[in-house]
């Protein structure tokens, strides 16, 4: 029997610790409350005490290293057999130097890129706000109410509340004035003029009858289904990330043998390595994520694809599968903006523009740039943009806005031949969509035949502070519709 | 060191078991805290066991407690249930107090222990109260009141003891000094310096201060304390000096002081003094005092096995006690 | 049927839980020989005796902690605060300690305790003597509140008062003692948490509560005279806090302006606009309007103070400028 020693918690807003000296080597004798290791929290060198005792089989985190309290750093057991891979804890990460957080907010940025701060656009939008507010009708919700009820067009009527608001009054004298049978909209502003008579009684039953309209609440039963998902989640997130950066070819720290010298062997992690585990551990810890994933028959879809590029090799345009998910995907973000929203102090902030990024292997390692503006692109336009984003990636001249600006993304290895995958979100985003090869499969029609379509696996992931897992399902199913009919994409 | 001459053999074991399971039951909190199984704060009594189970041994069933929030050495020497403590310290439905109060506040409403309180001196005018109600109902019981040296300079002290003294009420004020209020020394906190006891008598209250590092000078001066008390001649108050070996908390580094302050308090350890006594008077066996190491392992083991495998509460309960009656307005 | 002053409808009130119930006794700040700040506990030494009617020293936090102590032990105490201002020497009591112990300890403890102690200003006492926190303690879980505006009210809340089980905060306003109705001979009891519509009307809703409930009515009687008839709703309790009977009227004259004594900045009266807008929204024919104290420190001189406390003639204002009535 084993047991696990933890980076111990020592006060209840510790997060993380140093191990700064072991105080047993590995292989000697611990007690129930001897000092083990000298622990650096953010108040200070605490000694941290066994709350096991055998033998110290095993240290797995070095000297200097700091780990999130709970992380198991050293295995006790009750012999000092060797361990081997028995009790294979997660690789102990060492945390990089503490930079400014603003920075984690766009990963991807690499090293050589100037690091410009992202203002996402959001300030200048209060602009032409101003024009659509002085044409606001202002009016009471009473007064909002009945003229929904009454076929009225509030812009019709005179308010004649403080600052001309429309109270309930003057709807209701319209109201009063209308012909019993029919309430047509048209001819109201002519019998506006003829003077209502002051009639008491049908203004309150006017206002009794809407009680009976109650808003709909939103459908919360979902909630716990979803929640239910998280639970039967597959465990290595993580290795989602490290398999799209398929030019990996460093070893893994924490493939490294028990005997080994940690430390001589330890292969530091690159820039954007390091970006990257602080990104993902960010956007896991941060994010409850959830996953939704469906079948898509894009047998429609492939031969749209081929008459299109026939249409446009003229131009030297060519539209690729993921271009044409990028397009279902702005229908369908337009239609469930949420997943195009950034989750922000407790809030929702969404966003006007739909900038789709596309996560892209690179040299160093994965980047997920966004094609800024893919809501306003016909297909065509997204193709061109996709395929100038790749070649600029590759050249490493990308804007800061499009490594930071993406709203949503979409990653795609379908070129790998993977089937299905789930993707982390890449923060501020909410939702990631991760799409597998189109493959030909065996699937029952309607009909009850087996037929072979062209089928591909997608799976969405979502931020579950800002939606669940029903409107996760409506959002994918509306990208599934659009793939299967896929005239309705550029249409 | 007092002589143990007046002790029957099965409370020598008895207090020896009462000490040694507070320190095991500390310990094993320390651990489970540091596992993240406790949350919040955790002030462990480690050190101090003497005082609560030298003065609560002489209490009766009808008496009260009421103490600070370093409060599981004063829960358990009342005899409340280890299990109900440590898994109310783990927040689970099975706790004391449902896991709504945590370790700053455990409550044994049927053992009169009315609670750990965990706004420095806050205990100490609802003590008094406690001893007014006793009063007025004509019982014949006294109510136990601990505080800290922290306490002292909070306003509410020297209301209490005017209270108490002014209406003769049956309290026993017993100070637990250990000479720091979290990582402040009390000489840099008291005018009057270490010496707070005298501060009692100018509220007309007898005072004594007492090595509370011994158990059988902690029961001397109980029993004394009690016996005015119950007497009906109004408050007494009780000094403890006594040290607490770990930090103010979980958290506390323990900058303030050095290590070697700590280790001469160490010498004096009232478990250790109190075993030496003991054995050298013929009152216990080393045979016997390791059945009792034993049992009380086990009774620690059961106790954290069962606040580990009970359930956390149920959302429901989170409405409930707020009021005697749950009001839907 | 009587017609008596809240004074002897309080000292009633006591005099009756004296008399019932041998646990009840009353402790606070020269309410013996002194015979009340505001003389409500007039006699009341020489009927029940020192032990009963305990002066306690100018010591609020000690005295209100030791009136928990004696809840917990059975006894049923009612503490007297002097006054709502002073309260806050024993807020570390009440807060911390009273309203805590049942939820803490899980049912186990329960301090069924009334705190009586005097709210308001407009006795030219200036910024320290002139005070109105009952909002703040409506607002802890744990407390009840009540807040009688009649002598009807005073009696038959603190008739309840004494079945709480929970600390009760029983504000009593410093000029409404005067105040006189009319009272049954037959026992009642007024429930927490049913406010009363004193009077109706279909174009405006004005709340209220404790002295600010009869601003409203004055208020009522100015619309009158303009031809609007207000409905006035008295709350009672601010704890538990009946928004049901409000939202039920706003519903019906689809205009509220709540009307409250202190500092209009964080007050009560903000917590039932926002009640009622989040209950009544599409009933609402204006903005849910709100008349409180002006925010700052109550000023001794006469004129300034008037300034500063809501009277009829603001109320009105507020009406009109927000409704245009």
């Known amino acids: 029997m084993t047991t696990e020693l933890t980076m111990p918690q020592m006060g209840y807003d510790m997060q993380e610790g140093t191990v700064i000296r072991w105080l047993k080597a590995e292989g000697s004798n611990v007690e129930i409350g001897e000092p083990v290791a000298e622990i650096e929290t953010d108040k200070a060198v605490v000694e941290f005490e066994s709350y096991a005792e055998g033998v110290l089989q095993k240290i797995l985190v070095n000297e200097g290293t700091t780990v999130p309290v709970g992380e198991v750093i050293a295995i006790v057991g009750e012999d000092s057999e060797v361990l081997g891979t028995t009790a294979e804890p997660e690789s102990p990460a060492p945390v990089a130097e503490p930079e400014p957080s603003e920075e984690e907010t766009h990963a991807a940025i690499p090293l050589g890129a100037a690091s410009v701060p992202t203002t996402d656009g959001a300030e200048p939008s209060d602009e032409p706000e101003q024009p659509a507010q002085s044409q606001r009708v202002l009016a009471t919700p009473v007064a909002r109410q009945i003229a929904v009820e009454a076929g009225i067009d509030l812009a019709s009527v005179e308010g004649t509340g403080p ?8 709807v209701q004298r319209i109201v009063d004035a209308m012909p019993e049978p029919e309430p047509e909209p048209e001819p109201i502003e002519a019998q506006a003029e003829v003077e209502p008579e002051p009639e008491p009684e049908p203004e309150t039953e006017t206002v009794e009858a809407q009680a009976e309209v109650e808003p709909e609440p939103e459908p919360e039963t979902e909630t716990v289904e979803a929640e239910a998902e998280i639970e039967t989640e597959p465990e290595p997130e993580t290795e989602t990330v490290e398999a799209q950066a398929e030019i990996e070819t460093e070893p893994e720290p924490e493939t490294e043998t028990v005997e080994a010298a940690v430390d001589e062997e330890l292969v530091p992690l690159s820039k954007m390595r390091q970006q990257i585990a602080r990104v993902t551990i960010r956007s896991k810890s941060e994010k409850p994520h959830f996953y939704v994933n469906t079948d898509v028959d894009m047998t429609a879809a492939m031969e749209l694809r081929a008459q299109i590029n026939q249409a446009m090799a003229a131009d030297g345009a060519r539209a690729t599968v993921n271009d044409l998910i990028i397009a279902a995907s702005v229908i369908a973000l337009r239609r469930y903006p949420k997943f195009n929203a950034y989750y922000e102090d407790g809030g929702i902030r969404m966003n006007d523009d739909v900038n789709v990024g596309v996560a892209m292997a690179v040299e160093e390692g994965l980047i997920l740039p966004a094609i800024v503006g893919a809501g306003d692109m016909s297909l065509k336009e997204i193709a061109q943009a996709s395929k100038d984003l790749s ?16 709203t949503f993304a979409i990653s795609n290895m379908g070129m790998m031949g993977v089937t299905s995958f789930v993707a982390i979100i890449q923060p501020p985003q909410s939702a990631v969509l991760a799409v597998g090869a189109v493959q030909k499969r065996p699937v029952v029609a309607d009909d009850d035949r087996i037929v072979v379509r062209q089928m591909m696996t997608s799976t969405l992931s979502a931020d579950h502070r800002i939606v669940d897992g029903a409107e996760g399902a409506m959002f994918l199913n509306e990208i599934k519709d659009l793939l299967e009919n896929p005239l309705s994409i550029i249409l | 060191m007092k002589a143990a001459v007046n002790l029957e053999k099965t409370e020598v074991a008895e207090f020896y078991r009462r000490m040694l399971l507070i320190r095991r039951f500390e310990e094993a909190s320390a651990r489970l805290y540091m596992q993240s199984l406790i949350g919040g704060f955790l002030h462990l009594y480690i050190g101090e066991e003497a005082v609560a189970v030298g003065a609560i041994s002489l209490l009766e069933p009808q008496d009260y407690v009421i103490t600070h929030y370093r409060d599981h050495g004063h829960a358990l020497a009342r005899g409340m249930d280890p299990k109900a403590c440590m898994a109310e310290l783990c927040g689970r439905a099975t706790g004391a107090s449902g896991g709504k109060g945590g370790s700053m506040h455990l409550f044994d409403a049927s053992r009169h222990f009315m609670g750990g309180h965990a706004i420095v001196g806050g205990q100490l005018p609802i003590g008094v109260g406690i001893g007014l109600g006793i009063k007025m109902q004509g019982k014949n019981a006294a109510v136990m009141i601990f505080f800290g040296d922290g306490a002292v300079n909070e306003g509410e002290f020297h209301e209490s003891m005017n209270l108490a ?103 004096n350890d009232p478990i250790d003094r109190f075993k030496a006594l003991a054995l050298e008077e013929g009152l216990i066996t080393t045979e016997e005092m390791e059945a009792i190491q034993k049992e009380v392992a086990e009774v620690i083991a059961e106790a954290i096995d069962y606040a580990k495998e009970s359930p956390f509460p149920e959302l429901e309960v989170i409405h409930n006690n707020v009021y005697a009656h749950r009001t839907s307005k | 049927m009587a017609e008596i002053v809240i004074r002897d409808a309080i000292a009633n009130g006591l005099r009756e839980a004296l008399e019932a119930d041998e646990r009840v006794f009353l402790m606070g700040e020269d309410i013996g020989a002194y015979d009340g700040a505001y003389a409500v506990t007039r006699g009341f030494l020489d009927s029940y005796g020192p ?9 609020e936090s000690g005295f209100v902690g030791a009136g928990i102590g004696a809840a917990l032990t059975g006894m049923r105490p009612v503490v007297e605060i002097m006054t709502i201002n002073f309260s806050l020497l024993a807020m570390d009591q009440i807060i911390n300690h009273a309203a805590k112990l049942r939820y803490m300890s899980n049912g186990q403890l329960s301090v069924p305790m ?12 200036a910024a320290t003597h002139s005070q109105s926190f009952e909002g703040w303690y409506a607002s802890v879980p744990g407390l009840r509140v009540a807040v009688p505006a009649t002598p009807y009210d005073a009696l038959g809340l603190l008739r309840a008062s004494f079945k709480q089980q929970d600390p009760v905060i029983f504000a009593e306003h410093s000029l409404l003692y005067g105040v006189r109705g009319d009272v049954p001979d037959e026992y009642y009891e007024v429930p927490f948490g049913s406010a009363a519509v004193r009077r109706h009307g279909a174009d405006v809703t004005i709340v209220g509560y404790s002295r600010m409930a009869r601003v409203a009515l004055e208020a009522a009687d100015r619309l009158a005279q303009k031809g ?60 849910v309007a709100r008349v409180g104290g002006l925010d700052v420190p109550t000023p001794y001189s006469l004129p300034l103070e008037q300034a500063t406390i809501p009277d009829a003639a603001r109320v009105v204002g507020q009406i009109e400028s927000s409704f245009g009535l």
């Not at chain 2, 009420?169 to 270490?194: C, I, Q, S, W």
């Not at chain 2, 001397?220 to 007497?231: F, G």
């Not at chain 3, 032990?51 to 010591?59: F, T």
């Open chain 1, 163 to 170: 600052g001309g608001r429309i109270t309930k009054d003057d």
């Open chain 1, 391 to 406: 070649d600029r990636a590759q050249q490493g001249t990308l804007s800061p806005d499009e490594y930071s600006g993406g």
């Open chain 2, 165 to 267: 003294s002014l209406w003769k009420l049956p309290v026993v004020f017993f100070l637990e000094n250990n000479l720091y209020g979290m990582g402040t020394h009390v000489d840099k906190t008291h005018a009057a310096g270490r010496d707070i006891y005298n501060s009692a008598e100018y509220y007309k209250i007898p005072a004594v201060q007492i090595d509370g590092m011994d158990l059988l000078e902690v029961r001397e001066a109980t029993t004394e304390a009690l016996r005015r008390v119950r007497a009906g001649n109004g408050p007494v108050f009780i000094e403890a000096m006594t040290y607490r070996y770990r930090g103010h908390s979980m958290a506390d580094p323990v900058k303030y002081r050095e290590n070697s302050e700590v280790e001469e308090w160490r010498i």
């Open chain 3, 51 to 59: 032990e009963r009617i305990r002066d306690a020293p100018i010591a």
């Open chain 3, 114 to 125: 009334i705190i009586r102690t005097v709210t308001g200003g407009g006795g030219q006492l």
């Open chain 3, 228 to 287: 609007r008839e207000a409905e006035v709703i008295d709350l009672r309790t601010l704890s538990p806090l009946d928004i049901e009977t409000v939202v039920e009227s706003v519903r019906k004259t689809n205009k509220a302006v709540v009307v409250e004594e202190t500092w209009r900045t964080g007050g009560f009266a903000g917590e039932v606009a926002s009640a009622i807008q989040e209950e009544a929204f599409d009933y609402l024919d204006g903005p």
